[in-house]
């Protein structure tokens, strides 16, 4: 019955191969098991830990510190670290990925103590280490996040009590800088205290942990509500919980703001961890929380005021996670500048409203929302790809001055560090 079966799947291989790599024998993916394969397991024990491995037709597989792993040929030659293959100077592959046969297979496979070796048909050998498998397989990366989190509630936040760190020490030391980045990237919001109010401070603030982020607004801003453009934000408008730039095709990875003077009343700071919020969606509606994942949606900005003629789109879903271990690394959430939605189909846009509907009332719920009054002195760093901000409406003079910075460029601060990001 199922040589019948594989004959099938095998001529469909076959068509979908045709004119492209035409394999001698074919990897039948799905019928490992079934193949009678003169497969056996292999058992050793190297320094307590044991370990077993198997050669099958068209895959390795290895169990090791109680992970099972399955590695493809093609990914066990492409990987090879030997110093033909890889330039262990510049973390560089030299190997050409495409010259390797789609079909290969080992000639033979050893275990030397924690070493395995793979010979290949043209007599190159490739070492690998056990742990290192371990550590760069599927398997174990989709147990680990990559970055941790505490997602927090105005409760869980407050009362963490999440040290501010001093300016001087912020500049002058490695350990005020990882004291703080540790804490940025745990909460996604982190503050500097006794800051010169200054646009000049604020800037070598920034420069200490990142490149800026030049946009339309500019490299470092200042603005006050002097409708000098054409954003709500140069307003004294309350403005709802939102992340911004959601119409750049990579919304800016973290925000800046220093509020350089304010004389008169509200204009409070609103922050909500847009992470929780989702983390509540998906606990109580998953379905809800797949959709958000999934639907792609336009962000627009379209400007037409004085000098400053801009039109931008963003494309993208509200929760982007890795598709891997599914954790959640950018949140697109801004009612203002959501574009109209022309890229969803009429029977999901109903769904996708009551999802969208679910996740703004976890945002909105008033235990999430943290406020604080920005002052001079006080630099507020917000990690736009996952916390909101909003503000409250306001009286009188304020001048807020900020930039953004390249996400890449905190977190490759960071990793220096020794921070996991
Ligand atoms: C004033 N400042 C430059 C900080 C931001 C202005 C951007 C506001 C826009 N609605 C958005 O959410 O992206
Ligand atoms: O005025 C504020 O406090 C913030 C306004 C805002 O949302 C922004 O500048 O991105
Ligand atoms: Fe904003």
């Not at 490759?412 to 921070?419: D, H, K, P, Q, V």
């Amino acid at each position: 019955m199922w040589y019948h079966r594989l004959s099938h799947l095998q001529s469909r291989l076959q068509d979908l191969l045709k004119g492209g790599v035409i394999c001698q024998a074919l990897p039948q993916p799905t019928f490992k098991s079934l193949l009678p394969l003169a497969v056996r397991w292999h058992h050793t024990a190297s320094k307590s830990l044991t370990c077993a491995w198997q050669q099958h037709e068209d895959h390795f597989e290895l169990k090791y510190a109680n992970t099972v792993m399955r590695f493809d040929y093609v990914w066990l030659r492409d990987h090879c670290r030997s110093a033909s293959c890889y330039n262990s100077k510049t973390h560089q592959r030299s190997l050409d990925t495409a010259s390797v046969d789609l079909c290969i297979k080992p000639k033979t496979i050893h275990l030397d103590e924690t070493t395995l070796f793979f010979t290949w048909p043209d007599g190159h050998v490739t070492k690998y280490d056990l742990n290192w498998l371990v550590k760069n397989s599927y398997e174990g990366q989709k147990q680990k996040v990559i970055q941790p989190r505490i997602l927090w509630n105005a409760e869980i936040y407050q009362q963490a009590q999440v040290p501010s760190v001093d300016c001087q020490s912020f500049l002058e030391t490695k350990e005020g800088l990882k004291k703080f980045l540790q804490n940025f990237l745990l909460y996604g919001i982190a503050f500097v205290e006794n800051v010169p109010p200054t646009r000049e401070h604020t800037e070598k603030l920034a420069e200490r942990i990142s490149l800026i982020r030049e946009t339309i607004y500019g490299r470092m801003w200042y603005f006050t509500s002097d409708f000098s453009r054409g954003d709500t934000a140069y307003t004294k408008l309350a403005l709802d919980r939102h992340t911004d730039t959601t119409y750049f095709q990579e919304p800016c990875g973290i925000q800046v703001f220093h509020c350089l003077k304010h004389e008169g009343t509200g204009g409070r700071t609103l922050l909500v961890d847009g992470f929780y919020a989702a983390q509540q969606v998906l606990q109580k509606a998953p379905e809800e929380f797949e959709l958000l994942s999934k639907v792609p949606l336009k962000h627009e900005y379209i400007e037409d005021v004085g000098e400053c003629h801009n039109h931008m789109i963003g494309i993208g879903p509200v929760l982007n996670i890795y598709p891997w271990n599914k954790e959640l690394y950018l949140i697109r959430y801004n009612n203002y500048d959501r574009a109209v939605i022309n890229t969803v189909p009429y029977d999901v846009i109903h769904r996708w409203y009551i999802a969208h509907r679910t996740l703004t009332i976890e945002l909105r719920r008033p235990e999430n929302e943290f406020w604080v009054k920005l002052k001079p002195g006080r630099v507020l760093f917000i990690d736009n790809w996952r916390v909101l901000h909003g503000r409250e409406c306001f009286t009188g003079y304020r001048q807020l001055c900020g930039c953004y910075l390249t996400r890449d460029d905190v977190l490759n601060t960071a990793r220096l560090l020794g921070l996991q990001a």
